[in-house]
């Protein structure tokens, strides 16, 4: 019963942050206030969540050297070794110093919270993906140097673990701690090489490999925690030392990431939520002084040394914003700090850190989470704009197209390869594939039977306008599962899928699966809807974003839709901003001088239910969108659904979702592959407005 109250909360808690918006990781650990004894009580923090939260721990900074970029580091290895000083001695003085002088701390209390403070956690990393600027010289130097602030932290906690229990500071004390702690690296570094050399060349069993690497990753940390070292700096060095040996994309990888973030990080969050006492807030005392001091001071330090490794770097100010922006946010690391202190007993019965350091803690946790997500999202798109601003946008070397057209029904598989076909470029003269994905359950001999007819048509379809079409029928217990992973067999360029007909804005209206479709590929989707015969269409009104132009999917979308007007002989019309359809102008003339194209202007996306007035029942609204996090994005387009349904009900209608950077099999636990189309804000909203039309 225990483990299975953990894994609904594993569960259920994603699911409902997701609907409230707020992040995972601090979802799981309000999760474990709610069940833990301060809470309701349901569960008790027995040695099984210590067991299991240790691990979660271990795993976390195992997973954080694992994924370092080692090539980067040492090109830039001057300039992180500065900024990582700057993060850590900044904001570790600044904390230091209010926390004795406000919070009335003592100097080994003051100086485990200052560790705190100058440790970081990349927490907004991912949104450096979805923009594709990995590979870029600031986002390796801050990660570097958050790595690097996190050692000297980290060093510095071991030091002062060690003052407490031992003998004091003296110079024999630090010799010894730094021949240990140089044996310690040497010996790590030589053994594990040589033993994972020998292991993964001589046993290629996916279950020996995988817990292979879990024996390096606890032996490390347990011979940390024997010479005086946490094992947390173990688990993260024995990940810097198997960096090299386990490919990012290999199956290995994945199997070690899947196995942390779908059961030890989550049970290590819990575990820790379930030791915050929310009863202190109502205490009184110093606990929100100390929060403020924490987010202030431990903020501004984080702030100050960015801003000025950008100006010795001599850095554009952006670079500055995303150096700030990756390394203010803090995380697991902190918790599993503050929990030392908690077991350091200055006297009987009190402790170095207390409740109310704990609970401060948790609360910095998601203010800082938030500052450093919001300011890293801004960044990345200054980022962008500022490396394309002005640049003209050109076709990519080649063309890797392969269209995936995903059918279902009848009465709408003949519309979509039709439409594929009028998409294809004619001189590659390669074919399309049609896909058709059925349940793998009682019924499923019988729907493959019917899929493979539905198939048989569509080829027949296809031949009639002399293109090869190649077919498939695939069991899944996941439609979008299985379009993603047929997509990926397939190595296709995009997906031209039909959209569902219904009246009410519900979940329904991407159809079952759509929704979960584009949110787990980030490559191009085209979702139409044609009520009449795509060759009697007159004009195509295509809504265009602001700043779509510096989307890396925007020559795509454009060649596509432009080669659909060309073959329909139809006119396209373009409604967008001056500085975008001029973008576009530009394009079409290079490349498709015969298109008969019209540009209108559209400040904003909330205009677009204006459009209404101006399609005709043989006209096609196109509507080119964006997924959440992107250059293009805008909260406006929440409304997509709605707007819709009340504005182009029964119209022709496509939908396109651009090629978006990143690696859509990509999966993190504070980045969920799942998001709730709805959130909770929208469904209220909904309800107070068809119950008291507010």
């Not at 269209?403 to 009848?410: A, G, Q, R």
């Not at 510096?550 to 007007?565: D, H, K, Q, T, V």
Request: proline content about 3%; glycine content about 8%.
């Amino acid at each position: 019963m225990i483990f299975f109250v953990v894994l609904l909360i594993i569960l259920l808690a994603p699911i409902i942050m997701g609907k409230l918006r707020i992040p995972h990781i601090i979802g799981m650990v309000l999760a474990g206030v709610l069940v833990g004894q301060y809470g309701l009580n349901i569960l008790v923090r027995d040695d099984s969540f210590e067991l299991f939260g240790k691990v979660g721990l271990y795993y976390i900074m195992f997973l954080a050297g694992l994924e370092m970029d080692m090539e980067g580091l040492k090109k830039n290895a001057r300039k992180v070794l500065t900024f990582g000083l700057l993060s850590f001695v900044l904001p570790f003085v600044l904390t230091y110093f209010t926390s004795i002088y406000w919070l009335g701390y003592s100097s080994l209390s003051a100086m485990l919270l200052s560790c705190v403070m100058s440790a970081c956690t990349l927490i907004a990393y991912p949104i450096v993906g979805r923009y594709g600027l990995q590979k870029k010289k600031v986002v390796t130097i801050s990660v570097g140097a958050s790595m690097l602030s996190l050692l000297l932290s980290l060093i510095t906690l071991a030091a002062l673990s060690g003052v407490f229990y031992g003998d004091g500071a003296d110079v024999k004390f630090w010799t010894v701690f730094l021949l240990k702690f140089v044996g310690y690296c040497f010996f790590i570094s030589m053994a594990t090489r040589r033993l994972t050399r020998y292991f993964l060349r001589r046993y290629s069993d996916a279950v020996m490999q995988f817990i292979f690497v879990m024996c390096i990753l606890f032996m490390s940390a347990a011979l940390a925690s024997l010479i005086g070292l946490e094992g947390i700096f173990g688990a993260f060095y024995s990940g810097l030392i198997l960096n090299r040996f386990i490919p990012s994309v290999s199956p290995l990888m994945n199997r070690i990431e899947f196995t942390g973030n779908a059961l030890f990080i989550p049970y290590f969050l819990i575990g820790v939520g379930m030791l915050i006492n929310l009863g202190v807030l109502f205490e009184g005392g110093n606990i929100l002084l100390a929060v403020a001091v924490m987010v202030v001071f431990g903020t501004l330090g984080k702030a100050l040394a960015a801003y000025a490794s950008c100006l010795v770097f001599r850095m554009p100010w952006v670079a500055g914003n995303m150096m700030f922006g990756l390394t203010s946010a803090h995380a697991a690391g902190a918790i599993a700090m503050v929990m030392v202190g908690m077991q350091m007993e200055v006297s009987p019965g009190v402790f170095l850190m207390d409740d109310t350091a704990l609970n401060g803690v948790v609360m910095m946790i998601l203010f800082t989470c938030v500052i450093s997500t919001i300011v890293t999202e801004q960044a990345a798109k200054s980022m962008v704009l500022h490396n394309a601003r002005n640049k003209v946008v050109e076709k990519a070397d080649g063309d890797d197209e392969k269209i995936l057209i995903p059918v279902k029904y009848p009465e709408t598989c003949d519309t979509l390869v039709n439409l594929g076909i009028l998409m294809r470029n004619r001189k590659l003269n390669r074919g399309l594939v049609a896909l058709n994905v059925v349940y793998d359950d009682d019924n499923a001999a019988f729907n493959q039977r019917e899929g493979q007819e539905l198939l048989n048509h569509v080829v027949q379809t296809a031949a009639g306008a002399d293109v090869r079409m190649q077919t498939q029928v695939r069991l899944a217990t996941n439609i979008a599962n299985g379009i993603k992973h047929a997509f990926l067999e397939y190595d296709a360029s995009e997906i031209i899928m039909g959209l569902h007909i219904h009246q009410e804005v519900t979940k329904r209206f991407w159809g079952e699966f759509a929704q979960s479709l584009f949110n787990g590929l980030n490559r191009q989707i085209i979702i139409a809807r044609c009520v009449m015969p795509l060759s009697t269409l007159r004009g195509l009104h295509v809504a265009v974003p602001s700043r779509a132009e510096y989307e890396p999917g925007f020559s795509r979308w454009l060649e596509r839709l432009a080669r659909l007007a060309g073959n329909l002989d139809c006119r396209i019309f373009f409604h967008g901003r001056a500085e975008t359809t001029a973008v576009i102008r530009e394009f079409l003339t290079r490349e498709h001088p015969s298109v008969r194209a019209e540009f209108h202007d559209m400040e904003h996306w909330n205009e677009l239910p204006s459009l209404a007035g101006k399609i005709s029942k043989e006209d096609m609204l196109v509507v080119v969108t964006a997924r959440k996090g992107t250059i293009s994005y805008k909260s406006a387009m929440d409304r997509l659904p709605d707007e819709i349904s009340d504005y182009f009900h029964g119209q022709n209608l496509m939908i396109i979702f651009p090629d978006q950077y990143g690696k859509s099999e990509t999966m993190t636990f504070t980045t969920a592959q799942h998001t709730e189309q709805l959130s909770a804000y929208d469904m209220l909203r909904g309800f107070l407005h068809r119950h008291f039309n507010l």
